[in-house]
Each structure stands twice: as structure tokens, then as C-alpha cells.
């Protein structure tokens, strides 16, 4: 039995189990596909923190940026826990050897939150949508990616176990006690259980949810959300999703803020801007959106930036627009849309980020909601979280070990594997989840209303009926992606049906929930609501 069981390996699973194997913990990091491929890599703006290193900052400032992004909803003690880790985080990535991208530094600055050393106050830093100040540390457009490839060579060095290519089926839970979780191993076509005193969800958010509308990965499904709603935990916020304003249109792929930060403009079809390109994400992505529905398209130019700058500090978007644009960057704007981007509600945690009704059980990342982005997560503030809260929970994890459980039988789901395998059936999940993706997009998207979210409600209902005539057109039992697949399939609909009974519930627009039908903020709804499963069903409170 390991000490801590942590289900993925993103940006908040490594940081956690670094943490915990430095303090001599037995650590076990199981994760869906390989281990450097989490959706963390495919963060590029940069990661928060009040260095202050290009104009004067303060872990005050950051603080007030953060809660007026979130409307009301966050709680400021966690707010405050995760801004002043911001200067402490980047100083410990710095010792993991996360190549940031350099400036010089500046020799009158006298502005900084806390003691620096050189190599900190040589941190280069960027202006994101709704920041006040340059506050994002960045390493070119690849800082998720150099955060995760560093933080997993440390972990290497410091002994941690991995178990690649495990999918997550469902935690292991007895008497509202989780301890540990069975998985189905991709290769061995096998049911692989890991036992641990405690288990530390980091399984990433449920974007693709709207599959095909989203720059998450397609294996972002929320597997660790709707396996933590099914063992008794509450979820939270699910009704907040973010939708980033500049995604390549038709392909989603995303195109960093941090462009927009450097001075890259919106404009229209008469090549006229239109909006404040650097306020809060919901904002700007409303009056995109409010265009491309009236029938007019939208363009990112990056023309504006110097040529330099944008070889040197954004290459990646770069290559990605001349690939699957078609567009040189350098000599025309960017075709964009909004597209689903992250998050905010998941699995609902305490101040020490232990799930509410599941002991033993703690989350950390964009699968849960430690209330620090509330209503819109404002941009850089998320790969803070992973990694500043991925340590925190690792370290109140170890504190807060339970005994362990007594001998028993351990439930085996041995039989719903069976189940799918065993089911005839000529429904196909693949055509339905473009559909629903596609009704997602429309109908609980950035602008929304109870007519449209009734019928996504009822679509859903339609799927999950469904399920008994699903069946696998691989039956093997090694290398099965269809399996795969099929899992998060399920997993997107739990969600899919959360979400959308909480937006239902929300009568009022704030933030990233934008109701036509309710298009004032209300002080009665400054409050969160919470998703349970009763008797199989969801339920919200």
C-alpha cells in the first residue's frame, strides 16, 4: 500500500509527488496516457506571480485582480493562500529547472514582494486578459510544457512510480472512506488496482465535454470529477465554464493571450478593433462571440509585434497557424473564435483541499474547485494553482493520514467491464459526441437560456438511456481504445448532466454564466451550488 495514490500527471499531480517523495512518502502516480502528454503542455501564456521584474507589482494587486475576475464567488482566504505563494512557486520551479524565458534584469527595481535572488529578478514577465500589471512568467509560448518535462525529471530523480497508460475506472470507497482506485491498464487488457492511505485526485477539467469546440485535448472527460460525483463526493460551480477568446477558427487550437499581452489586436471584417483585447476572458469572448453571430468574422492580428519578438518569445503559434491556418501570421491576421478552454467548478474542497463528503480523498488542479477563480478564472492564475495547491495537497495529505482500513473485500468492477464488452448494440458514441459537443457549444455555452438548456438536458437523458445499446466494436481486451473511449464517454455524460442542471439553477448572468434570459448579476446567487448523485441520479443543492 502507497502512502499517497495520485490518479494523473499534469502540472498537479507531479508537483504533488515531488513534494510528497521528497518528504520520504511512498508515492505512486498513475495517469491515463503517457506522463509528460497532460493537458498541462498545452498551457503557453505563462504562470502568475507579483515579481514585479517588468513595472511594479504587488501580491495585493494580484489578490484584487483575482477576485474582481471572479464575481463575487471565491473565497478570498484562498485567493490570498494561492497569491502569495505566486514569488515562493516560481523560486521553487526555478530550483526544478523550469527554463524561463530571461530579460535583464532591472537594476532600480525596488518593488519586489519578497527577497529575490538574480536568476528571479531575470524572470521575464507578460500582461495577461484582466491582470493589472506583467505578472505572467513564461518560458516562450511552451510553459506548461517546460514546467511538466522538468517537474517529471525530478520526479525521476526522486523515486516516484509511475504507471502510465492506467484509466482511471473508479475510486475505491467503503463507509464514505476512499483508499485507493481501480484502473483498467491499456496494454494488459487488465484491471489494475492501487491501494493508498490517501488518494489525491489531479485528473485535469472536463472540456471536452464540447468536444470539437474546445482546446483541450479529447481526452480531457472529467474522468476524475465523475469518479469522485459516483463514490459520494460534491461537486461545485459546474455550471462555469471558461471559454478562452482566441481559438484558431475550425480548428480550436488555441492562441496564447499572452499574443494579445505583447499587442497583438481583435479587429473585424473591416479590419476595425472592437474590444479591450486584455479584459477579463469573459468579456472579450462574449463581444467575439456577439460578432460571429451576427454573421461577421473576427481576426487576431499579430502584426503589431515586432517580427523578433514573435520568433523569438511565440514560435509555437506561429508554426501552429502556417500548419493548420494556412496563414502566415507575419503577413495576414488570424481567422479566431471563442472556444471552451477550462473549468472552474469540479470537485468541491475545504481550505486544506480535501474533498467535501469522501474522506481520505483530496484534489487539486482544474478537477477541482478550491474557489480561487470563481465565476472567470483570470489568465496565469491556473498553472499557479496546479502547482502551488498540487504541493499543498500533497503536504496536508501526508499530514492528515488515516488509518489504514481494515482487511476486507475489495469491490471488484471486474463486472461492469464484462458488461460493455458483453453489450450488442449499433448506437455509435463517436457520432453522438461531436452531436452533443456541437449542443454544448449552443446551447450551454457563452451566451445561454433555459429553453436551449432544457433540450441539451433532455439530449443527454436520451444518451444515458442508450448506453445498454453501446457497444464496443473492439472487443479485445489489450491496446482497446474503443474501451477507452467508451469510459469517457460515460464520464462526459454524468458531467454533461451537472452542468447543465446547475446552469438551470442559476437564474442570473455572471461572469463566465451569461443568461439571455437572466442577464443581471444578483446578489441572492452570490452563493455556489452543488451537485450530489442520489439513488443514481444527479441531484443539485
Known sequence: MFDL?????????????????????RVAVACKSMPTQAQTCM?????????????PDSIEEHIADTLRSAHGLADETMVRTLCEAGPQTIEWLDRMLVPFSRIQPNKNSTHSPLPTTHSLQTIAQRRLGGASHPRACFAQDFTGLKILQSLYDRCLEAGVTFYPEHTLIDLISADGRVFGAHFWHFAEGKIHTLQAQATL???????????????????????????????????????????????????????SEGARGAG?????????????????????????????????????????????????????????????????PLEEPIPIQPAVHYSMGG????????????????????????????????????????VAFGRLAARNALANLPTPPTAGKIPDPESRIE???????????????KILGKRLYHDLGIIREEPGMRSV???????????????????ARRFNRALIEYLEYESSLLLADAATRAALLRRESRGAH????????????????????????????
Open 5 to 25: 495514490l495520485i490518479i494523473g500527471s499534469g502540472g498537479a499531480g507531479l508537483s504533488a509527488a515531488l513534494e510528497a517523495a521528497t518528504a520520504g512518502a
Open 514 to 541: 451569461w443568461r439571455s434570459d437572466y442577464p443581471e448579476e444578483s446578489k441572492e446567487w452570490e452563493k455556489h451550488i452543488q451537485v450530489k448523485m442520489n439513488d443514481g441520479e444527479v441531484k443539485t443543492c
Open 347 to 386: 470537485i468541491d474542497v475545504d481550505r486544506r483541499l480535501a474533498a467535501r463528503g469522501l474522506e481520505g480523498l483530496w484534489a487539486a488542479g482544474e478537477c477541482s474547485n478550491a474557489h480561487v477563480h470563481g465565476a472567470n478564472r483570470l489568465g496565469g492564475n491556473s498553472l499557479l494553482e496546479i
Open 457 to 475: 438536458l433532455e439530449y443527454v437523458a436520451e444518451l444515458k438511456e442508450k448506453l445498454s445499446q453501446t457497444a464496443l466494436q473492439d472487443r
Open 264 to 328: 497583438a489586436i481583435l479587429i473585424d471584417e473591416k479590419g476595425e478593433r472592437f474590444t479591450d483585447e486584455l479584459g477579463p476572458r469573459d468579456q472579450v469572448a462574449r463581444a467575439i462571440f456577439q460578432k460571429i453571430d451576427a454573421g461577421e468574422k473576427v481576426f487576431l492580428d499579430l502584426r503589431p509585434i515586432p517580427r523578433k519578438t514573435l520568433e523569438e518569445l511565440m514560435p509555437q503559434e506561429l508554426h501552429l497557424a502556417r500548419l493548420h491556418a494556412h496563414i502566415d
Open 419 to 433: 458488461a460493455i464488452f458483453a453489450r450488442n448494440g449499433k448506437f455509435n458514441p463517436y457520432h453522438k459526441r
Open 201 to 255: 485526485l489531479a485528473t485535469g477539467g472536463f472540456g471536452d465535454l464540447y468536444h470539437g469546440h474546445s482546446t483541450n485535448a479529447y481526452g480531457a472527460s472529467g474522468d476524475g470529477v465523475a469518479a469522485a460525483l459516483r463514490a459520494g463526493a460534491a461537486l461545485s460551480d459546474m455550471e462555469y465554464v471558461q471559454f478562452h477568446p482566441t481559438a484558431m477558427a475550425g480548428s480550436a487550437l488555441l492562441i
Open 43 to 55: 498551457a503557453q501564456g505563462g504562470i502568475n506571480a507579483a515579481l514585479g521584474n517588468v513595472e
